[in-house]
């Protein structure tokens, strides 16, 4: 699909595509707008791989179709963009809008979404050409938006996980933001709570109280006792026959503790080698003697000064194993790389107690039923606001030192 857009104060004109695969956009040409980005899961290849590795397709529910600006023939802005006919994979949780548009008599879906799938990371936004008006070029991408879902029938158009400082550009377009949190540790500005800077992890320790600083260390002793070496493998230290374990450790918890969310293949964990395997960062854990055959792993995702953990999985229950490989292990390496911000994945209860403050971040909404879209408009501040205060809540609970460190953290 191909429609010319006229802008009066650019010539020639621009033309916006329509695409049912990320092969159809040329990579260097799309990476020349993502790989600047602080995100890596907008890069062609984490988004291609996502399509051709099986993991993402209709009969998923994830229907590929982005959208693309171009200047002559010259790709100059890009969005990912899927037709979703649920709402599972997305970690925004809009089930009660799914539900109050089927009490109302109003077709909740499809719906457009723009977000990676099944990537629950801050991060999502157009990508702009270096030198175009941005502005401008999201105003012909807002406007085509809003025809493909009219014309389409779609009920709605949602960005997910958007970048902050993206968030009030979309904003000007009439888009309303959902407030939500996650737990992240540091932040992308470098202020590791409040300006400290650690340079080892007992002096990260230093910020809990007592008590959970005990049991740190007690959680990281347990781990030992058990005969297991941990080991962080970075980029071209990871031997090719370890990605099918990636498969297996992320399957086994699935099955575990989240049954029907197996979203990703074992094509796709396979293709991550070798194209995309400087962006990745495993902490693998083996009986002591025997590392060729791991028991535990986490699968995380770096670029830059920020580190994602993504998966992780065991073969047997090893006490505080989880922790070890998804919190302690990836912090100590962090804070070993000048790594400044740590997100961790989706959920929680964990996390808080071990140094993951609740923050903010932000869906943006815009729905074409009008009035689903009164009320969105109607009570999203008072969403908000109990949100926030959630947030408050939870990061005045935390276990740290309050004499060693004393910050509050601004979530709004």
């Not at 977000?115 to 099944?118: E, L, Y």
């Given at each position: 699909?191909?429609?010319?857009?006229?802008?009066?104060?650019k010539t020639?004109?621009?033309?916006?595509?329509?695409?049912?695969?990320?092969a159809?956009?040329?990579?260097?040409?799309?990476?020349?707008?993502?790989?600047?980005l602080?995100?890596?899961?907008l890069?062609?290849?984490?988004?291609n791989n996502l399509?051709?590795?099986?993991?993402?397709?209709p009969?998923?529910?994830?229907?590929?179709?982005?959208l693309?600006?171009w200047?002559?023939?010259?790709l100059?802005?890009?969005a990912?963009?899927?037709?979703?006919?649920?709402?599972?994979?997305e970690?925004?949780f809009?089930?009660?809008w799914?539900?109050?548009?089927?009490?109302?008599?109003i077709?909740?879906?499809?719906k457009l979404?723009g977000?990676?799938?099944?990537t629950?990371?801050?991060?999502?936004?157009?990508l702009?050409?270096?030198?175009?008006?941005?502005?401008?070029?999201t105003?012909?991408?807002v406007?085509a938006?809003?025809?493909?879902?009219?014309?389409?029938?779609?009920?709605?158009?949602?960005?997910l996980?958007?970048d902050p400082?993206?968030?009030?550009?979309?904003?000007?377009f009439?888009?309303?933001?959902?407030m939500?949190?996650?737990?992240?540790?540091?932040?992308?500005?470098?202020?590791?709570?409040?300006?400290?800077?650690?340079t080892t992890f007992?002096?990260?320790?230093?910020?809990?109280?007592s008590?959970?600083?005990?049991?740190?260390?007690?959680e990281?002793?347990?781990?030992?006792?058990?005969?297991?070496?941990?080991?962080?493998?970075?980029?071209?230290?990871?031997p090719?026959?370890?990605?099918?374990?990636?498969?297996?450790f992320?399957?086994?918890?699935?099955?575990?503790?989240?049954?029907?969310?197996?979203?990703?293949?074992?094509?796709?964990?396979?293709?991550l080698y070798?194209?995309?395997?400087?962006?990745?960062?495993?902490v693998?854990?083996f009986e002591?003697?025997?590392?060729?055959?791991?028991?535990?792993m986490?699968?995380c995702?770096?670029?830059?000064d920020?580190?994602?953990g993504r998966y992780?999985?065991?073969?047997e229950?090893?006490?505080?194993?989880?922790?070890?490989?998804?919190?302690y292990?990836?912090?100590?390496?962090?804070i070993?790389?000048?790594?400044?911000?740590?997100d961790?994945g989706?959920?929680?209860?964990h996390?808080?107690?071990?140094?993951?403050?609740a923050?903010?971040?932000?869906s943006?909404?815009?729905?074409?039923?009008?009035r689903?879209s009164?009320i969105?408009?109607?009570?999203i501040?008072?969403?908000?606001?109990?949100?926030?205060e959630?947030?408050?809540a939870?990061?005045n609970?935390?276990?740290?030192?309050?004499?060693e460190v004393?910050f509050?953290?601004?979530?709004?």
């Open positions: 699909m191909m429609d010319k857009i006229f802008n009066k104060k020639p004109p621009y033309t916006i595509r329509w695409h049912q695969h990320m159809e956009i040329p990579q260097s040409a799309w990476d020349e707008m993502a790989i600047p602080a995100t890596p899961f890069e062609w290849e984490w988004l399509e051709t590795s099986g993991s993402v397709k009969l998923t529910g994830w229907q590929p179709c982005h693309t600006v200047h002559d023939n010259k100059v802005a890009g990912p963009l899927y037709i979703k006919g649920h709402s599972y994979g970690f925004v809009d089930h009660q799914a539900d109050l548009a089927y009490r109302l008599g077709q909740y879906y499809p979404l977000m990676t799938p099944f629950p990371a801050v991060g999502y936004r157009f702009v050409a270096s030198g175009e008006n941005e502005e401008e070029i105003e012909m991408m406007g938006i809003d025809h493909f879902c009219v014309k389409n029938r779609l009920s709605g158009c949602n960005f996980f958007v400082q993206w968030k009030s550009m979309i904003g000007k009439g888009f309303e933001p959902w939500h949190h996650g737990y992240i540790w540091g932040d992308p500005d470098g202020n590791c709570y409040a300006g400290r800077n650690f007992d002096d990260y320790l230093k910020i809990f109280n008590n959970q600083r005990k049991n740190i260390k007690r990281r002793k347990l781990v030992q006792k058990a005969g297991l070496v941990t080991k962080n493998l970075v980029g071209k230290e990871i090719h026959y370890l990605y099918p374990y990636i498969y297996q992320y399957s086994s918890t699935c099955n575990k503790f989240y049954w029907g969310s197996k979203y990703l293949t074992k094509k796709f964990f396979e293709q070798p194209s995309y395997s400087h962006r990745l960062m495993l693998v854990a002591e003697g025997n590392e060729n055959h791991p028991v535990g986490s699968f995702v770096r670029k830059g920020n580190l994602y992780w999985g065991s073969l229950e090893y006490d505080c194993l989880h922790f070890e490989t998804c919190y292990k990836p912090i100590e390496w962090a070993s790389q000048g790594i400044k911000m740590y961790p989706a959920g929680g209860s996390k808080r107690r071990r140094g993951f403050p923050t903010a971040n932000y943006m909404h815009r729905f074409y039923n009008q689903m009164s969105l408009k109607h009570y501040d008072e969403i908000n606001f109990a949100q926030q959630e947030i408050d939870i990061n609970d935390l276990p740290f030192n309050k004499k004393n509050s953290l601004d979530t709004k």
